[in-house]
């Protein structure tokens, strides 16, 4: 049995950290992108109190985009393996990253320094030029990172039935930087034994950069084992939850006469939250359906000159604690899609979908009407979507947990939106949702909606 308290050698070699050289790559990238601009502006007679400005802060202002940069991600290449990751986290970083000097420069002239200058243009270009530096660079590396056969090693462990499914999904649908390197076997009953096989027989860090368990319904002992045997070899552990660990997800926790207690309850009925989402839900939708009605309107005309037939639809659907609403969409299918078949969920490469209806979903345009059903209250700019009685009573049946996603107003996109596709199983979806009930906020839903707005324009995730 291996000591859980002693070091574990390894004569792996070291592995190319892309992250760790990006991010030295960054300060100097800061550095020319706060003085580049000057020149750009004043050429050769850059005014002294400019220059003056940015160097006697360039230190703080460095370690802050780089702060920055690393709060968006532009470092991870474990999680962020696609370039478009990388694009709107780098447009978030390079805000983030060089407004807030700029807005401390202004304050410390007001107040303290009338010596300090900056001009309005130098902090267009220098915003402009980081963002093009953090897309262009990380593209660049994980094109290098492609060429020279760099991989993220994942290893799924768990019993046979639980990874195979784990498996075609990574196999399809990971991004070409995943290498599922083995399936290893691990009895849920089995105890620390059980661990020290997986961890002697699969678990060797020059080979794996990642465990994925299928379940976590282990022994404590082989559960512990695992990660603490895994960590100790710098190999990060995730686990694929199920609906009881998913629903503890990002619960709040508190105590009470010492007990340590996990809130269940949806953060918006143990906050005012309600009450500012609804109001979001206003300001946000109401000009975005006047906005969005020409769009509407060009891919009205699209769906009726392609195939005839009606180019909305109205269709019932369950909604805040089971009431049932009418949804509105531009239609996708062939006209009549369920009339031999009854109510059928869609499937990657349905036949049923149009090709015009491809290319809306593709860009989420068919769901534009729904802002009217925001406006009425009947929808949320961000929560569960809604789902129709018949498919939604069979589920029930299945997975009772389903019922808890009605404590809140479906909404237009949700987490399961920007992480899965349509044809995603709806285990897989109820996760993401009940994920979201516990760490439901204004800055998780600004989150959700930055990330379907990239979703939108990459087409990742549709049918």
């Known amino acids: 049995m291996e000591s859980l308290f002693r070091p574990v050698p390894t004569g792996a070699p070291p592995r190319l950290r892309p992250g760790?050289?990006?991010?030295?790559?960054?300060?100097?990238?800061?550095?020319?992108?706060?003085?580049?601009?000057?020149?750009?502006?004043?050429?050769?007679?850059v005014p002294p109190e400019h220059?003056?400005?940015?160097?006697?802060?360039?230190?703080?202002?460095?370690?802050?985009?780089?702060?920055?940069?690393?709060?968006?991600?532009?470092?991870?290449f474990r999680r962020r393996l696609a370039p478009s990751d990388h694009v709107f986290g780098g447009l978030g970083a390079a805000l983030a990253g060089a407004l807030p000097g700029y807005l401390f420069l202004a304050l410390t002239q007001l107040y303290y320094d009338p010596i300090a200058q900056f001009s309005r243009a130098v902090v267009v270009m220098d915003t402009a030029l980081l963002v093009l530096w953090y897309a262009a660079s990380r593209a660049s590396a994980l094109a290098v990172l492609q060429r020279?056969?760099?991989?993220?090693?994942?290893?799924?462990?768990?019993?046979?039935?639980?990874c195979a499914p784990l498996a075609a999904e990574i196999r399809r649908h990971a991004p070409g930087l995943v290498e599922l390197t083995g399936i290893a076997p691990l009895d849920p009953a089995a105890g620390r034994d059980g661990a020290d096989a997986l961890l002697r027989d699969w678990v060797d860090p020059g080979r794996i950069d990642r465990v994925?368990?299928?379940?976590?319904?282990?022994?404590?002992?082989c559960l512990g084992a695992v990660v603490v045997g895994c960590d100790r070899r710098g190999i990060e552990v995730c686990v694929n939850p199920d609906v009881r660990l998913a629903l503890l997800a990002g619960a709040d926790v508190f105590s009470l006469a010492g007990l340590s207690l996990v809130r269940l309850s949806p953060n918006t009925a143990r906050s005012g939250y309600g009450l500012v989402k609804r109001a979001m839900d206003l300001a946000v939708a109401t000009p975005a359906l006047v906005l969005s009605a020409p769009i509407m309107l060009v891919a009205a005309?699209?769906?009726?000159?392609?195939?005839?037939?009606p180019a909305f639809y109205a269709q019932d659907r369950i909604g805040l604690f089971g009431k049932r609403f009418r949804l509105y969409k531009l239609r996708t299918m062939v006209v009549g899609a369920e009339d031999a078949t009854g109510p059928v969920l869609a499937t990657e490469d349905d036949p049923r979908i149009t090709p015009v209806g491809r290319q809306l979903r593709r860009m989420r345009i068919d769901e534009l009407p729904q802002l009217w059903n925001v406006i009425r209250g009947e929808m949320s700019l961000v929560g569960p979507r809604p789902e129709r009685a018949e498919f939604a009573e069979s589920f029930v049946r299945d997975e009772p947990f389903y019922l808890h996603r009605l404590l809140v107003r479906p909404g237009l996109t949700g987490l399961a939106q920007i992480h899965g596709r349509y044809d995603t199983e709806y285990r897989q979806k109820l996760r993401y949702d009940l994920i979201y009930l516990n760490v439901m906020s204004a800055q998780t839903d600004l989150r959700i909606l930055a990330a379907t707005a990239r979703t939108i324009l990459t087409g990742r995730g549709a049918v």
Do not use: K
């Open 212 to 221: 994925i368990l299928s379940t976590a319904a282990l022994t404590d002992a």
């Open 51 to 76: 220059l003056y400005s940015a160097l006697a802060w360039m230190p703080l202002f460095l370690v802050w985009r780089l702060a920055m940069a690393h709060a968006f991600g532009l470092h991870d």
């Open 301 to 309: 005309a699209a769906i009726r000159l392609a195939g005839g037939g």
């Open 20 to 45: 760790v050289l990006l991010a030295a790559l960054d300060l100097l990238a800061g550095f020319t992108a706060m003085l580049a601009p000057m020149a750009l502006r004043y050429g050769a007679a």
């Open 148 to 162: 020279t056969g760099w991989r993220l090693r994942v290893l799924l462990a768990g019993p046979e039935n639980d």
